[in-house]
Each structure stands twice: as C-alpha cells, then as structure tokens.
C-alpha cells in the first residue's frame, strides 16, 4: 500500500486493485479490511483514520482475491445458516442452497428429541451434519467423506461446536464405511458433469467434491442403490437443477412410499426427500 496505512487510504487502494477483476470491489474491500481488523462495519466507518498493521498479511490476501480465489479461502471463515465455521482449500465451500436441505430435513423429522442416528456421505467442511446436530440434540451422526482434507475441516468445525460426543468422521467411499443401523441419510452429494463447464473461481475448490461422474447424477443413483438396499427410511438429497426426471425414472419401478423434490429460491429444483415407508 503507497499511499499510507489509514483505513481510508487502504480502502481506496485495496478497491483499486481489485476493480479490473472483481464485481462489487469497493464492498469486498471493506470486507477484506473488516476481516484483517476483525472489526464491524460500524467500527470501520467511523475509524477511518486509524492506522492499519500488518499491511503484509493484507496484501498478500488482497493478491490471493485479485487472482480471483474465494474470499472464504482467502480468511478461512465462511457463514452458513447463521453460523461461522472454518474453511480451507480441500473442503467446498458451503453454499447458500444447501440451508434448505437442513429445513427439509428439519420438516420431516416429527420429533426432535428422538434417538436417532443419522448418516451422511460427503461431510465436506461438516456444516450439514453440524447444523442438524444442534437441532436433534439426542441424534447421533456418522459422517463420511472420500477426502481426508475434508475431514480435517470438518473435525476442526465440529470441535468449534462441542460434538465430537455426536458426530463420528469415517473415512471412505459412501455407505461403506457405514455398518450401523441408519434412520435417516443426508447427503450434497458431487452432482455436475465431468465435462461441464465452469465460472473460473471453482477451480480453487476441491474437484472430487464438484463432478459426480460423465452425467453428474451417478453417485446420486449409488446412493439410492443403497437406500433401497438398505431400507433406510428417509434419504434427502441435494441435486442439480436438470436432475429430477432422471431420478424420478431410475425410482419408477421401486417400491417406496413418498418422493418429494424442494426448490431452491431462485425455483430451481434442488433436491429431494425419498421416504420408504410411512
Ligand atoms: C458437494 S460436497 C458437499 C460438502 C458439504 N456436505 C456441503 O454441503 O457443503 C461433496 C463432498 O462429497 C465428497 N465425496 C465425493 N465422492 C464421495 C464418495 N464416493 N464417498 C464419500 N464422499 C464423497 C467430497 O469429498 C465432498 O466433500
């Protein structure tokens, strides 16, 4: 920064690299700034001539930004439903859609003080596993992911909330890993097509948790192998938006009891509740 370490100053200079680049870049100037001071936007607007230290680290992370890789990388913090967790290159970056999943599993638990165990396939960062956790406080979690990075995330979130007594990390490949008895199946599962095509930024995130096979949907189809087999009772799932006539015809000549596709708020179809049996 040349032009003095004022947080005015560095606003305005911190805006200038990133305009070329970055939409909105005077906003995610200050929210750069805000996460290097760790401070509100109330504090920023009215400290405007406080000086700002460690002008190194910031300008390291505004060079990350103009190279385009995710602000949540960039400060290891991403917001989901409400809540703060931890986040790193090796776990995807939660997104706004998957919080109705939780609503939807939310909906169709009838009780939420039962014991129940849950399982889900792709932890990820463990943002869903942990949200439905705080909700179903007797619930018990089994959490597998392929990716040992993305378990480390997802250890270290569950730490952040005090679950470890509830959530168990397994390492492995859908159910395998996964013997117990299971009430309920979450799962985000990869769902795009090895060959889409994609906006620049995903490329800094983890392709193992973006492409689910040469339509996309193959390891959706897995896992409902393994729903039917297994007769778990209730399996939501997150899907791509083409995806639901190709799920309703891979189920057509099963038997269950109840299949319910969600929007997501743009009316997206986003995902889906199979329930075996009533
Ligand atoms: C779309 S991400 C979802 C992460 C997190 N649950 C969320 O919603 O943000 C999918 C996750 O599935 C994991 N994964 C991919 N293939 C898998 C497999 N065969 N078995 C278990 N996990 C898998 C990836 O490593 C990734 O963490």
Not at 144 to 171: C, T, W
């Amino acid at each position: 920064m040349s032009s003095g370490s004022l947080v005015k100053n560095v606003l305005k200079e911190i805006t200038a690299i990133l305009n070329p680049v970055i939409p909105r870049a005077s906003r995610e100037a200050q929210l750069l700034l805000m996460a290097h001071l760790q401070c509100d936007e109330l504090w920023l607007i009215t400290n405007q001539n406080t000086e700002v230290k460690e002008l190194e680290k910031l300008c390291e992370w505004v060079k990350r930004r103009a190279e385009n890789e995710p602000f949540e990388y960039i400060t290891n913090r991403v917001s989901f439903y409400s809540r703060e967790f931890y986040i790193t290159k090796g776990a995807l970056i939660p997104r706004p859609e998957t919080e109705i999943l939780i609503d939807e599993v939310i909906k169709n638990v009838s009780n939420p003080h039962a014991e129940m165990t849950f399982a889900e396939v792709g932890v990820g960062s463990g943002i869903i596993s942990i949200m439905l956790a705080l909700h179903f406080p007797h619930a018990k979690f089994i959490a597998v992911d392929i990716s040992p990075a993305a378990l480390e995330v997802a250890k270290i979130n569950i730490k952040k909330f005090s679950l470890q007594e509830r959530i168990e990390l397994r390492l492995g490949s859908l159910l395998e890993p996964v013997t117990e008895q299971i009430d309920y199946l979450v799962s985000n599962p990869p769902y795009i097509a090895k060959d889409a095509q994609l906006e620049s930024n995903l490329s800094y995130e983890p392709q193992n948790a973006l492409f689910g096979g040469n339509i996309g949907d193959e390891i959706i189809q897995e896992l409902l192998n393994d729903v039917l087999r297994l007769r778990i009772n209730l399996f939501t799932c997150e899907i791509g938006y083409d995806q639901q006539d190709r799920i309703t015809n891979y189920l057509q000549n099963e038997k269950f009891e109840k299949l319910a596709f969600y929007k997501d708020l743009s009316g997206f179809d986003r995902g889906f509740t199979l329930r075996i049996q009533d």
